[in-house]
């Protein structure tokens, strides 16, 4: 489960910015569940104006999984773009660091570490068993450049020399088969980044292919899709084969599309719904065949398209992060998927975490002051995230969505001095 997540020098965060999905306090509550001696939240929402950072919070998760999962195929000419703050000339001269606390069996870890051009300039892994009263860190390993220091950790011996600059450590040692590693990028496996910008995520891809796996069925796609109240009764697809044959290996391995994946497969896909035909009186008579992608309202397509990673991680107590969530969904479908999350119903405990501007969702009855974070940028073009418990002036039955639109929080567009730059185009010649 996830504990906090902090970022450095990334995007528009051009300070160390830090995330927590501690609970506040100790109380009983359906949205807070314990894990170890740590009471956690099932959700967290994050409220801004346009061009804050929000997506770029987002992003930043995105890029730290994307590294743990992936630098072992990175080489000097094959390296992600790690955007600095530009905003700054001294930070440009930095390095960019991620960071994050996350408990995985009996044993919470603390795992960041911290790129400079097309180099991992140091990296560090400690952990503590959540059994131990202070909750004492040991260092399994700390990486300065290539020089790295293990701590009781044989696993590690004789991987030094096997990672290259562009590496993570950590990656090396899960492909050289280190047990505790492996486990650590499984977790990482088990967190999903969902950004609408990428074609992947913009169709039905992922839904399909966790059918597909096995990992989810049919009978919850339908039934979810008949809970929100979409008149569709079946769903069919076809597949034609892409050749990837000729791709890099790591293209292949983060190729993002709007295609099916299979172990060196991949492709192209059509899907189709079905919906039914009533007569004057109401009753079924037949089945319409719908083309989803030219015929699906946006609002059904984008449900399609999240629908699996909602019900798989419902399932598994998986980490959802979803940029955006609201666009076009409607108010109540949103409310039913968050509210779902933060109830007794989601047992296994998963954690969403994601952006939106929809305030009708921005009430007591929903969310905690904990569960609640805003992104602003200041004077300098920087993003701040802070969370609502920040402000202490705020009662945890006020309300959040009045005392928000109104600024009292902060994080929301300047909207009258954007209407006055209209002004002079009202008057009269």
């Known amino acids: 489960m996830l504990v906090d997540f902090k970022v450095y020098n990334y995007r528009s965060f051009k300070e160390i910015t830090e995330f927590s999905m501690i609970a506040d306090g100790k109380e009983k509550h359906p949205a807070v569940f314990e894990e170890g001696k740590f009471n956690l939240l099932k959700s967290a929402a994050i409220y801004g104006p346009n061009a804050g950072g929000k997506s770029n919070f987002i992003r930043a998760w995105g890029i ?71 909750l004492k860190e040991a260092k399994i390993f700390e990486r300065i450049d290539q020089k790295i220091e293990r701590g009781n950790f044989s696993e590690a011996k004789g991987v030094e020399e096997k990672t290259s600059e562009n590496t993570l450590f950590l990656s090396s040692l899960a492909q050289w088969n280190s047990k505790l590693a492996r486990q650590i990028v499984s977790f990482f496996k088990k967190i999903n980044v969902i950004m609408w910008e990428f074609p992947y995520f913009s169709s039905p891809a992922q839904t399909l292919n966790l059918f597909e796996k096995g990992k989810i069925t049919k009978e919850e796609i339908l039934s979810f899709l008949k809970k929100a109240d979409f008149d569709i009764v079946d769903f069919e697809y076809t597949k034609n084969e892409i050749d990837i044959s000729k791709l890099p290996d790591l293209v292949k391995n983060a190729m993002v599309d709007a295609n099916i ?23 079924v008579i037949d089945v319409e065949k719908f083309n989803f992608e030219e015929e ?29 969530l609201d666009t076009q969904l409607h108010p109540t479908l949103l409310k039913a998927v968050v509210e779902f999350f933060n109830s007794e119903k989601n047992k296994n405990n998963a954690q969403l975490v994601f952006t939106t501007h929809n305030t009708s969702i ?12 805003f992104v602003d940028k200041n004077k300098n073009g920087s993003s701040e995230l802070y969370s609502l418990l920040e ?21 929301v567009p300047f909207v009258k001095y954007f209407l006055e730059g209209f002004d002079r185009y009202g008057k009269e010649k």
């Open 64 to 134: 730290y999984r994307f590294f743990i999962l992936s630098s072992n195929l990175f080489s000097e000419d094959l390296f992600p773009v790690v955007e600095k703050f530009k905003l700054n000339h001294k930070s440009l001269e930095e390095s960019t660091i991620f960071e994050s606390r996350f408990i995985n069996g009996n044993f919470i870890y603390r795992y960041g570490f911290e790129v400079d051009g097309k180099k991992i300039k140091s990296e560090w892994l400690f952990r503590a068993n959540l059994e131990n009263k202070r």
């Open 261 to 283: 994946r299979e172990p060196d497969k991949l492709f192209n896909v059509k899907l189709y719904t079905y919906h039914n035909v009533y007569d004057k009186n109401g009753n």
């Open 296 to 324: 699906e309202s946006a609002g059904t397509k984008k449900l399609f398209n999240i629908i699996g990673e909602i019900i798989y991680a419902l399932k598994e107590g998986k980490i959802l992060f979803i940029d955006e």
């Open 362 to 373: 921005l009430t007591p009855k929903i969310f905690r002051k904990d569960q609640i974070w």
């Open 391 to 411: 402000i202490k002036s705020v009662r945890k039955e006020a309300n959040f969505e009045k005392e928000y639109l109104k600024g009292r929080y902060g994080a």
